[in-house]
Nanobody, 127 residues
Framework: VQLVESGGGSVQAGGSPRLSCAGSGLVFSKYVMAWFRQAPGKEREFVAG????????RYADSAKGRFTISRYHTNSTMYLQMNSLKPEDTAIYFC?????????????????????WGQGTQVTVFS
């Protein structure tokens, strides 16, 4: 299983980059997928997740109203559209795949519920 993130970089505050996650080696349409981020000296935290079937999404409070997660089963790709970026959004952003297929309960926010991870893409927001 391989997950490859892209789209990071240095962005001015208020900017709107879009991150991509390209997956291979798994039938991703069976799994919840999510974005996490890790800032220097901090724990990895949940940002947004999307269900495997009905398009249900879940966002961290810090992402609500600014970030939008989307995914396309046809090409096993997931996106995170980020708007109105702030310096505190600076982090390495990771995409992740749920450890359980066909999950029917709430989209998990714990990193322990995710089995596969990409290598991450750095997003640096400067003011």
């Amino acid at each position: 299983v391989q997950l490859v993130e892209s789209g990071g970089g240095s962005v001015q505050a208020g900017g709107s980059p879009r991150l991509s996650c390209a997956g291979s080696g798994l039938v991703f349409s069976k799994y919840v997928m999510a974005w996490f981020r890790q800032a220097p000296g901090k724990e990895r935290e949940f940002v947004a997740g999307m269900s495997w079937s009905d398009g249900v999404t879940r966002y961290a409070d810090s992402a609500k109203g600014r970030f939008t997660i989307s995914r396309y089963h046809t090409n096993s790709t997931m996106y995170l559209q980020m708007n109105s970026l702030k310096p505190e959004d600076t982090a390495i952003y990771f995409c992740a795949v749920d450890r359980a297929a066909f999950r029917t309960n709430l989209i998990p926010t714990s990193r322990n519920e995710y089995s596969y991870w990409g290598q991450g893409t750095q997003v640096t927001v400067f003011s």
